[in-house]
């Protein structure tokens, strides 16, 4: 199920004064005229159990059904080091208008993928540093965020074609106008805008994507190194990392302002999000500390600093579990402890199970995530190329998928429903 994209012998994007005709020139479509399929060439009857996983060396996406733990295709092309997986808003009903995904590399590429025939459709190159990608609600536009160049750039979804340029320039918290990376674009729930996190200014935008001029129509100012956020159950309130402030930024999406502020164990790592809504409570990862820290969604109070076996970097819920699944692998300390993840259990919120990978796989695991039912987890073994998969109420081993080549993100077809 890969692809093969005729030569190229378009000129890519300088990039030092990039305009839409420069991101243009680098478009690129599958190679011949083939229809798509109508129905899937795989086994996995609902797309929203169909796994992508980043591979992160050969620019790759490899595609796995989670109902019964096999990788079933590889779609080649996508850019070294994909970064960021976003799905077709209509994933879910199992169609062909549907049956679409995207992903954007570290390389600056934003790929279209069809996840019936397991093919790259298409992709653009609006940068070289890629780092983030929306979709909006009705899966016309995408948004990419980029750190090189510093803009933000708005494609059609159907086509990749670049539709608007977006320069990243704004006053920073020291009153100084800057150029900022851009390291966060979502979707705003029921308010037809993109929001676009300006890392280096501490600035927040919210861009109309109803205006075909895709106006910035509201800016908010928060904190300093600002990086990833969730959005709360409801879709109000966006908490945004400030990692030089070790907080979490509470905004206000309707009223498009800060309402509120949690001090975190370190510097904050919140995506792809641990919110449990049956408790009330929120916890994001942290970076260069041993905890991840859980927070009241009401008072938005933190209420404890949750002691993990390492420095991690990705936690992660699931709404049926009662457990928290998270990771150790960013720990740059002379600890061999890069092969474990843990769970920590809801009521108590303590770590209840830790779980040495190197049982099974050698190396760095990471990026634990939960099947559609919350029955198990997946986790990519980076060094050693291998998922396992666990039972994500006991930890007990399940499964191993081979054939997968330096794993690291691994996003669910379940995510096209999600804020």
Same mark, same amino acid.
């Given at each position: 199920?890969?692809?093969?994209?005729?030569?190229?012998?378009?000129?890519?994007?300088? *990039?030092?004064?990039?305009?839409?005709?420069?991101?243009? $020139?680098?478009?690129?479509?599958?190679?011949?005229?083939?229809?798509?399929?109508?129905?899937? @060439?795989?086994?996995?009857? /609902?797309?929203?159990?169909?796994?992508?996983?980043?591979?992160?060396?050969?620019?790759?996406?490899?595609?796995?059904?989670?109902?019964?733990?096999?990788?079933?295709?590889?779609?080649?092309?996508?850019?070294?080091?994909?970064?960021?997986?976003?799905?077709?808003?209509?994933?879910?009903?199992?169609?062909?208008?549907?049956?679409? #995904?995207?992903?954007?590399? @570290?390389?600056?590429?934003?790929?279209?993928?069809?996840?019936?025939?397991?093919?790259?459709?298409?992709?653009? @190159?609006?940068?070289? !540093?890629?780092? #983030?990608?929306?979709? !909006?609600?009705?899966?016309?536009?995408?948004?990419?965020?980029?750190?090189?160049?510093? &803009?933000?750039?708005?494609?059609?979804? /159907?086509?990749?074609?670049?539709?608007? @340029?977006?320069? #990243?320039? #704004?006053?920073?918290?020291?009153?100084?106008?800057?150029?900022?990376?851009?390291?966060?674009?979502?979707?705003?729930?029921?308010?037809?805008?993109?929001?676009?996190?300006?890392?280096?200014?501490?600035?927040?935008?919210?861009?109309?994507?109803?205006?075909?001029? *895709?106006?910035?129509?509201?800016?908010?100012?928060?904190?300093?190194?600002?990086?990833?956020?969730? *959005?709360?159950?409801?879709?109000?309130?966006?908490?945004?990392?400030?990692?030089?402030?070790?907080?979490?930024?509470?905004? $206000?999406?309707?009223?498009?302002?800060?309402?509120?502020?949690?001090?975190?164990?370190?510097?904050?790592?919140? !995506?792809?999000?641990?919110?449990?809504?049956?408790?009330?409570?929120?916890?994001?990862?942290?970076?260069?500390?041993?905890?991840?820290?859980?927070?009241?969604?009401?008072?938005?109070?933190?209420?404890?600093?949750?002691?993990?076996?390492? &420095?991690?970097?990705?936690?992660?819920?699931?709404?049926?579990?009662?457990?928290?699944?998270?990771?150790?692998?960013? $720990?740059?300390?002379?600890? $061999?402890? /890069?092969?474990?993840?843990?769970?920590? /259990?809801?009521?108590?919120?303590?770590?209840?199970?830790?779980?040495?990978?190197?049982?099974?796989?050698?190396?760095?695991?990471?990026?634990?995530?939960?099947?559609?039912?919350?029955?198990?987890?997946?986790?990519?073994?980076?060094?050693?190329?291998?998922?396992?998969? *666990?039972?994500?109420?006991?930890?007990?081993?399940?499964?191993?998928?081979?054939?997968?080549?330096?794993?690291?993100?691994?996003?669910?077809?379940?995510?096209?429903?999600?804020?």
């Amino acid at each position: 199920m890969s692809d093969q994209l005729a030569a190229s012998t378009v000129r890519p994007p300088s *990039f030092r004064e990039t305009n839409l005709e420069e991101i243009a $020139d680098s478009h690129e479509t599958r190679w011949g005229e083939r229809e798509l399929p109508d129905a899937p @060439r795989h086994d996995v009857a /609902d797309l929203r159990d169909l796994l992508l996983v980043a591979e992160r060396r050969p620019g790759s996406i490899s595609l796995v059904d989670t109902i019964h733990h096999e990788r079933v295709g590889r779609i080649e092309g996508v850019g070294r080091a994909p970064h960021s997986i976003v799905f077709h808003r209509e994933l879910s009903e199992n169609t062909r208008e549907g049956a679409y #995904a995207y992903v954007q590399s @570290r390389q600056g590429w934003v790929s279209k993928l069809d996840l019936f025939g397991g093919e790259l459709v298409a992709r653009v @190159r609006a940068g070289t !540093s890629g780092r #983030a990608i929306a979709i !909006s609600a009705d899966s016309a536009y995408l948004i990419a965020g980029y750190y090189n160049p510093n &803009h933000a750039v708005v494609l059609d979804a /159907d086509t990749l074609e670049p539709l608007h @340029r977006i320069p #990243a320039h #704004a006053v920073d918290p020291d009153g100084q106008s800057i150029a900022s990376r851009i390291c966060t674009v979502r979707d705003v729930p029921e308010e037809r805008c993109f929001l676009v996190v300006l890392k280096d200014a501490g600035t927040v935008w919210f861009v109309d994507y109803d205006d075909p001029a *895709f106006p910035i129509v509201a800016e908010i100012d928060t904190g300093r190194v600002l990086h990833d956020g969730v *959005f709360s159950p409801d879709g109000r309130h966006f908490y945004l990392a400030s990692q030089a402030e070790e907080c979490l930024y509470v905004l $206000d999406v309707r009223e498009r302002a800060v309402v509120d502020r949690i001090p975190t164990a370190g510097p904050p790592h919140p !995506s792809p999000g641990a919110i449990d809504e049956r408790r009330g409570l929120g916890i994001t990862g942290t970076v260069m500390t041993d905890a991840v820290t859980a927070w009241d969604l009401e008072t938005r109070e933190p209420i404890a600093d949750v002691r993990i076996p390492g &420095h991690g970097m990705f936690c992660t819920a699931h709404p049926d579990s009662e457990y928290v699944w998270g990771d150790v692998v960013f $720990d740059d300390t002379d600890r $061999d402890n /890069d092969g474990l993840v843990y769970q920590i /259990d809801l009521e108590t919120l303590v770590v209840s199970t830790v779980i040495d990978t190197s049982e099974w796989a050698e190396g760095r695991s990471l990026h634990p995530g939960f099947t559609r039912d919350g029955n198990h987890v997946y986790v990519s073994c980076w060094d050693a190329g291998k998922l396992l998969v *666990f039972d994500s109420a006991t930890g007990a081993f399940t499964a191993e998928i081979d054939g997968v080549e330096t794993p690291t993100g691994t996003f669910l077809g379940d995510r096209a429903t999600e804020p």
